[in-house]
């Protein structure tokens, strides 16, 4: 039975039952007690902390939550326990509830068992006995935790409502919108949920005019545009100011390092992003080798991560807006934006990022959206559950979209046009397809049409080394190419034959106008800098892409010292 650790009136207890739990299990009654103490201390206005003796006993309770519809945040576990150890009840209860982070309670004689564990249960979290004292060493490591377990269970809990049909374009790009900007949201197949159709009656909408939101307000918009949704939603923002220090154009790690490092050395700053924060990297459902977190964390938490950080320190974020031309004005450098206004700075940080290749094979430009999605896994896989899914691309976000993808679809299928793996992908990528039985890589193969029934996807025709076949598929992913969103800056900048931007030492035999030498993440037009992705011969990595947008700041004090 479940202990409470703290005993409340009748009263206050059905309350307190609908709050979160926080499940402790320790063998040793004495560090049971105290782990109990310290989380009511914590945490026990937010949740409730119960506790149990052994691993059996602390999956039976989680069994009665589960079967209430009650939450569960947090588990903490001692890894030396007799009968069942923490690694494995820790197994278990992921089976019960795998949203619930995870923690284990270790000696330091068994951290290498603690960081095994961090592989095998998916463990976020291992901490060394004793926790002395807490608020140092216990209290911040649970409270990141259970932000972030908060900030999904509010997207899961769901403001808006959308309905609309799976497989159309414009609800796809909805979803994608709501699910990439972190919009607690709901989404509602027309075809397959009986409340959609509910909502469409009461709110008098008729098919043809889905999609469809349904805000909290009571607000029903009919076939919205991205940015009209993100204005009723106060996602978009306006600028705040007639002119900054730094313009930073671009969400993605290098533009949020930017926005983080500018505001907190005191720069007047804004980040411009042009769908969500994160970029590309936003889109990953796990970044395993990102220095500082043994765990991984997805690329949707890193966003939200840096945005809060860069919000906290000063830095104006402008969302769902899209810069559309540069130029200098005197001593300013103008940054006109898809809405009409334009931002006015003393520097610019271009850190655009690269857009995934769309592909020209017949077929996909029609189905796209329909069955066919660039990159979007993170918004798909769950209506993907036992299906078969191909996942086109043999480099990480490819090899990320797979394994995550997998957790959901009956089947997936990886296109690699090249040899094998090993020369584009990461090798802890690498294993883990490798032990998904339900990954099949077919190498050297290429998709060469798409075909689809009743609007959406069905087949896919390919090439490989045993000659063609066809595919029956219900969804694809294509996570193939980068290529750099530059055409604003034709004419602006110097960029290479594929459009990515030249900086530094490469500016001066294309173009740069000053006796001075060009700094190094400098381009031909002085005071606007480039960082990430983006820059020509950059490494395609979120560390190096966070370095340089770092260092942009650092360099654009030195370009402004100048002045």
Same mark, same amino acid.
């Given at each position: 039975?479940? +202990?409470? %650790?703290?005993?409340?009136?009748? =009263?206050?207890?059905?309350?307190?039952?609908? @709050?979160?739990?926080?499940?402790?299990?320790?063998?040793?009654?004495?560090?049971?007690?105290?782990?109990?103490?310290?989380? &009511?201390?914590?945490?026990?206005?937010?949740? &409730?902390?119960? &506790?149990?003796?052994?691993? !059996?006993?602390?999956?039976e309770i989680l069994r009665e939550l589960r079967a209430r519809g009650d939450a569960v945040a947090l588990l903490i576990a001692d890894q030396r326990?007799?009968?069942?150890?923490?690694?494995?009840?820790?197994?278990?209860a992921r089976k019960l509830v795998p949203e619930a982070k995870r923690v284990l309670l270790t000696a330091y004689a068994d951290t290498e068992a603690a960081i095994a564990a961090i592989n095998e249960v998916a463990l976020d979290y291992y901490l060394l006995k004793p926790w002395d004292p807490p608020e140092e060493q216990l209290y911040p490591v649970l409270e990141d935790l259970l932000t972030t377990w908060?900030?999904?269970?509010?997207l899961e809990a769901g403001g808006v409502r959308l309905v609309g049909h799976r497989f159309s374009k414009e609800s796809h790009d909805l979803r994608d919108f709501l699910v990439r900007n972190r919009v607690p949201a709901r989404w509602l197949d027309v075809e397959r949920d009986g409340e959609a159709r509910e909502l469409l009656t009461v709110a008098g909408v008729r098919d043809g005019r889905l999609p469809v939101a349904l805000l909290e307000d009571g607000t029903v918009l009919e076939r919205p545009t991205i940015l009209e949704l993100a204005e009723r939603l106060g996602v978009a923002g306006v600028p705040a100011q007639d002119h900054y220090d730094l313009v930073v154009v671009g969400g993605g790690p290098a533009g949020l390092a930017a926005a983080v490092y500018g505001a907190s050395e005191g720069l007047r700053t804004v980040m411009v992003e042009r769908e969500a924060p994160g970029g590309q990297a936003g889109q990953s459902s796990r970044i395993e080798n990102y220095l500082g977190f043994p765990a991984g964390l997805s690329g949707s938490d890193l966003a939200r991560r840096a945005t809060d950080q860069a919000r906290r320190l000063g830095?104006?974020?402008?969302?769902?807006?899209?810069?559309?031309?540069?130029?200098?004005?005197?001593?300013?450098?103008?940054?006109?934006?898809?809405?009409?206004?334009?931002?006015?700075?003393? $520097?610019?940080?271009?850190?655009?990022?690269?857009?995934?290749?769309?592909? =020209?094979?017949?077929g996909f430009r029609e189905l796209t959206g329909?069955?066919?999605?660039?990159?979007?896994?993170? +918004?798909?896989?769950?209506? $993907?559950a036992d299906q078969h899914v191909v996942v086109i691309g043999g480099a990480n976000s490819a090899g990320q979209a797979a394994v995550y993808v997998s957790g959901y679809a009956a089947r997936v299928t990886m296109l690699v046009r090249g040899p094998s793996l090993e020369k584009s992908m990461s090798h802890y990528l690498i294993e883990q397809i490798a032990d998904r039985s339900n990954i099949e890589v077919r *190498?050297?193969?290429?998709?060469?049409? %798409? %075909?689809?029934?009743?609007?959406h996807l069905r087949h896919l025709e390919i090439e490989g080394p045993d000659g063609a076949a066809t595919l029956d598929v219900d969804a694809c992913f294509v996570f193939i190419g980068a290529a750099p969103r530059t055409d604003w800056l034709d004419g602006v900048v110097a960029r290479d034959v594929r459009g990515f931007i030249l900086a530094g030492r490469e500016t001066q035999a294309n173009g740069w106008p000053l006796?001075? !030498?060009?700094?190094?993440?400098? +381009? *031909?037009?002085?005071?606007?800098?480039?960082?990430? =992705?983006? @820059?020509? @011969?950059?490494?395609k990595r979120v560390a190096s892409a966070v370095g340089e947008g770092s260092m942009a700041v650092s360099l654009i004090h030195e370009y402004l010292a100048e002045g």
């Amino acid at each position: 039975m479940a +202990t409470e %650790a703290q005993p409340t009136s009748a =009263d206050a207890a059905s309350a307190h039952r609908r @709050r979160p739990a926080i499940v402790a299990v320790d063998d040793e009654p004495a560090v049971l007690a105290a782990i109990a103490r310290d989380l &009511r201390r914590g945490f026990g206005e937010r949740y &409730r902390v119960l &506790r149990a003796g052994a691993g !059996e006993e602390a999956l039976e309770i989680l069994r009665e939550l589960r079967a209430r519809g009650d939450a569960v945040a947090l588990l903490i576990a001692d890894q030396r326990m007799p009968v069942m150890e923490g690694t494995r009840y820790l197994t278990e209860a992921r089976k019960l509830v795998p949203e619930a982070k995870r923690v284990l309670l270790t000696a330091y004689a068994d951290t290498e068992a603690a960081i095994a564990a961090i592989n095998e249960v998916a463990l976020d979290y291992y901490l060394l006995k004793p926790w002395d004292p807490p608020e140092e060493q216990l209290y911040p490591v649970l409270e990141d935790l259970l932000t972030t377990w908060e900030a999904g269970a509010a997207l899961e809990a769901g403001g808006v409502r959308l309905v609309g049909h799976r497989f159309s374009k414009e609800s796809h790009d909805l979803r994608d919108f709501l699910v990439r900007n972190r919009v607690p949201a709901r989404w509602l197949d027309v075809e397959r949920d009986g409340e959609a159709r509910e909502l469409l009656t009461v709110a008098g909408v008729r098919d043809g005019r889905l999609p469809v939101a349904l805000l909290e307000d009571g607000t029903v918009l009919e076939r919205p545009t991205i940015l009209e949704l993100a204005e009723r939603l106060g996602v978009a923002g306006v600028p705040a100011q007639d002119h900054y220090d730094l313009v930073v154009v671009g969400g993605g790690p290098a533009g949020l390092a930017a926005a983080v490092y500018g505001a907190s050395e005191g720069l007047r700053t804004v980040m411009v992003e042009r769908e969500a924060p994160g970029g590309q990297a936003g889109q990953s459902s796990r970044i395993e080798n990102y220095l500082g977190f043994p765990a991984g964390l997805s690329g949707s938490d890193l966003a939200r991560r840096a945005t809060d950080q860069a919000r906290r320190l000063g830095a104006e974020l402008l969302t769902v807006q899209e810069a559309v031309g540069l130029h200098a004005e005197g001593a300013a450098r103008l940054v006109a934006l898809s809405g009409g206004e334009a931002l006015s700075a003393s $520097c610019v940080i271009v850190a655009s990022g690269v857009s995934y290749r769309q592909l =020209d094979t017949p077929g996909f430009r029609e189905l796209t959206g329909a069955g066919i999605y660039y990159g979007a896994a993170l +918004t798909e896989a769950r209506a $993907c559950a036992d299906q078969h899914v191909v996942v086109i691309g043999g480099a990480n976000s490819a090899g990320q979209a797979a394994v995550y993808v997998s957790g959901y679809a009956a089947r997936v299928t990886m296109l690699v046009r090249g040899p094998s793996l090993e020369k584009s992908m990461s090798h802890y990528l690498i294993e883990q397809i490798a032990d998904r039985s339900n990954i099949e890589v077919r *190498t050297g193969t290429t998709a060469v049409a %798409a %075909a689809g029934e009743d609007g959406h996807l069905r087949h896919l025709e390919i090439e490989g080394p045993d000659g063609a076949a066809t595919l029956d598929v219900d969804a694809c992913f294509v996570f193939i190419g980068a290529a750099p969103r530059t055409d604003w800056l034709d004419g602006v900048v110097a960029r290479d034959v594929r459009g990515f931007i030249l900086a530094g030492r490469e500016t001066q035999a294309n173009g740069w106008p000053l006796a001075r !030498e060009p700094y190094m993440l400098e +381009t *031909t037009l002085p005071g606007v800098f480039v960082a990430g =992705d983006v @820059r020509a @011969r950059s490494v395609k990595r979120v560390a190096s892409a966070v370095g340089e947008g770092s260092m942009a700041v650092s360099l654009i004090h030195e370009y402004l010292a100048e002045g």
